[in-house]
């Protein structure tokens, strides 16, 4: 047999959750050849080159269910250090088109507005695609060096059918959404999701998500939300999620299962007990969780949902407007009745901004630090980004995350936004960070289950077939680590340092990264389900 690659001497954590075992590695045609650890035969196994591994420990590579990184290998120079992130903290497999934003699919006649209210959540002018395979198209011809594969976002079908509207579907717009997601789900896609905090996934009614859930039942792919609300009414959010989920048939995976805000704090006891007995009784539910107290989002979602209606230029035109601006100061101070307010929650002061390309100065300070009336430092920063700002709310507590960490239904997702500016540290740093800070450290779960929780657990809920484990013939995505030194670098001084204890990254059986270093290797590719 010729091995492009022999690891020797690690320990194997295989994705399972099953124990540590000794093994070495090899690849060949880009798969997986296990070898029984045999030092007296090891050099004579004819690899093109081997790595020992002594002492460290060899994983499937990690698979990121939740990424916003839909577009950053298609922003050229200006992304690729953004896109370098995820694969140095060992992710191999990202899946975006998550929160209901994807990058297609969208009736042509839709596709300008589209793209202008999607600069603002993306980081750049990028293109809205018709349909799932030129999405694929333009990846294959943007090389990246990790596998990269899209959830079908409901906000963008919406918007791409019916423009950005606060009104109920007409019958025949919701059959044009069917046949849509429909298409995309049969070229590949990965499942269906929500932002239903977001406009206009917000503006769809429970029984518009039912509908375009069966469709994705049909496929055997999961219904993935972010929850209307992961505040004060996330039980009633979840709730809603539950009846979907029934009414269509179709698996659900809650986004980023948090409980945010003060009027949320500690209510996981109370959603994770939930989130357990639906598993006893049948239901087929799992979420994933970041390991941070902060969460990120855009500026414009600050804003009541009304505000937002018609897009990100209809935002600006409504802050230019006096009248308006006032409407909606009250509206975060008196709250809207189905809205999650995330300033009336917390306040302006756990509001940092994060990416303001224009004003690179304000990166890092809280709106309330920004000087005058918060409420109008906002709008007037918006208005002077073009509605392009990012924002870190400091909203969470750790007991919660804890919590959410341990639960044997969490997976792990980093919802990276790679953005310019001084993106959330979790777009460098969650894979480590849990490893580290929680597996190692705080002794939460052992190596094998934090492993499982980000490589077979994952592959197993997005049916990524051959991935997420080490095993004979499973596709060679694998990550070489020193369990006694791995950790995040990440912080939100300098969100993109990379990584400690990470010796390789091998992609589609070559190595992507050494040392924390990207190679000239650019192996991954768009994956089709």
């Given at each position: ?6 690891i020797?001497?690690?320990l ?6 099953a124990?540590l075992r000794?093994?070495d590695?090899?690849?060949a045609a880009g798969?997986?050849?296990l070898f029984?650890r045999?030092?007296?035969?090891a050099?004579e196994?004819g690899?093109?080159?081997v ?7 060899v ?19 200006r ?9 140095r903290?060992?992710?191999t ?5 998550n929160?209901?934003?994807s990058?297609f699919?969208?009736?042509?006649e839709?596709v300008?507005?589209l793209?202008r209210s999607?600069r603002?959540?993306?980081?750049g ?5 018709q349909?799932y ?5 333009a990846?294959?011809?943007?090389p990246?060096?990790?596998?990269l594969?899209?959830l079908?976002g ?5 918007a791409g ?9 007409t019958?025949r717009?919701l059959?044009?959404?069917c ?7 049969a070229a ?6 929500t ?11 429970t029984?518009?998500?039912v ?7 049909r ?6 939300t972010h ?7 996330v039980?009633e ?5 539950v009846?979907?989920?029934r009414?269509?048939?179709a698996a659900l995976?809650?986004s980023?299962h948090?409980?945010a805000?003060?009027?949320g704090?500690?209510?996981t ?6 989130i ?18 902060e969460g990120?989002?855009s500026?414009s979602?600050?804003?009541p949902?009304w ?5 990100t230029?209809?935002?600006l035109e ?7 601006r006032?409407?909606m100061r009250?509206?975060?101070?008196e709250g809207v009745?189905g ?11 756990r509001i940092s901004?994060?990416?303001?390309t224009?004003h ?7 709106i309330?630090e920004l000087?005058?009336d918060p409420f ?5 920063l918006?208005?002077?980004e ?17 919590r959410v960490l341990a639960?044997?239904f969490?997976?792990i997702?980093?919802d990276g936004v ?6 959330h ?8 960070r849990?490893?580290?800070r ?10 094998e ?9 994952a592959a ?5 077939d051959g991935r ?14 020193d369990?006694?030194?791995?950790a995040?670098g ?6 993109l340092l ?9 992609v589609?059986?070559?190595v ?13 590719r768009?994956l089709a389900?």
């Amino acid at each position: 047999m010729n091995l492009e690659l022999l690891i020797r001497g690690a320990l194997v954590a295989d994705g399972t959750g099953a124990p540590l075992r000794l093994a070495d590695v090899g690849v060949a045609a880009g798969r997986v050849v296990l070898f029984p650890r045999d030092p007296a035969v090891a050099e004579e196994r004819g690899a093109a080159r081997v790595i020992d591994a002594e002492g460290l420990v060899v994983t499937p590579g990690f698979i990121d269910v939740h990424t916003h990184s839909d577009a950053v290998t298609l922003l050229g120079k200006r992304g690729r250090q953004l896109a370098a992130a995820p694969v140095r903290m060992g992710v191999t497999t990202e899946i975006c088109g998550n929160c209901g934003s994807s990058l297609f699919p969208a009736l042509p006649e839709r596709v300008p507005a589209l793209r202008r209210s999607s600069r603002a959540g993306f980081g750049g002018d990028i293109p809205i695609f018709q349909d799932y395979g030129a999405f694929v198209e333009a990846h294959r011809q943007a090389p990246r060096s990790n596998h990269l594969t899209s959830l079908v976002g409901h906000g963008t079908l919406r918007a791409g059918v019916m423009g950005y509207e606060d009104r109920p579907a007409t019958a025949r717009e919701l059959e044009t959404m069917c046949a849509l997601l429909d298409e995309a789900l049969a070229a590949g896609a990965a499942g269906l999701s929500t932002g239903l905090i977001y406009t206009p996934g917000t503006y769809g009614d429970t029984a518009e998500v039912v509908a375009l859930a069966r469709v994705a039942a049909r496929y055997g792919r999961p219904y993935v939300t972010h929850l209307r609300d992961e505040m004060s009414r996330v039980e009633e959010a979840l709730e809603e999620a539950v009846e979907i989920a029934r009414a269509s048939g179709a698996a659900l995976h809650v986004s980023h299962h948090k409980t945010a805000g003060r009027h949320g704090w500690g209510r996981t006891e109370r959603t994770l007990p939930r989130i357990a007995a639906l598993r006893e009784q049948g239901l087929d539910i799992t979420c994933d969780v970041y390991p941070y107290t902060e969460g990120s989002t855009s500026l414009s979602a600050m804003f009541p949902p009304w505000a937002n209606d018609g897009g990100t230029e209809a935002l600006l035109e409504r802050l230019r407007d006096r009248a308006e601006r006032e409407r909606m100061r009250r509206a975060i101070a008196e709250g809207v009745p189905g809205w999650e307010n995330t300033v009336g929650n917390g306040g302006w002061d756990r509001i940092s901004v994060a990416g303001a390309t224009g004003h690179p100065e304000v990166e890092g300070r809280t709106i309330a630090e920004l000087g005058g009336d918060p409420f109008d430092a906002a709008a007037e920063l918006l208005l002077a980004e073009q509605g392009e700002v990012t924002i870190i709310s400091h909203s969470m507590r750790e007991d919660d995350v804890l919590r959410v960490l341990a639960s044997e239904f969490a997976m792990i997702g980093s919802d990276g936004v790679p953005k310019p500016g001084r993106p959330h540290p979790r777009l460098a740093g969650t894979f480590p960070r849990v490893l580290g800070r929680y597996s190692r450290d705080q002794a939460l779960f052992p190596l094998e289950t934090a492993v499982h929780k980000m490589t077979g657990m994952a592959a197993e809920r997005f049916g990524l077939d051959g991935r997420g484990v080490v095993r004979d013939g499973a596709h060679a995505d694998l990550v070489i680590l020193d369990p006694r030194t791995v950790a995040d670098g990440a912080t939100y001084t300098d969100p993109l340092l990379p990584p400690t204890g990470l010796a390789a990254v091998v992609v589609a059986g070559e190595v992507a990264v050494e040392d924390g270093t990207l190679t000239a290797r650019r192996p991954g590719r768009i994956l089709a389900l």
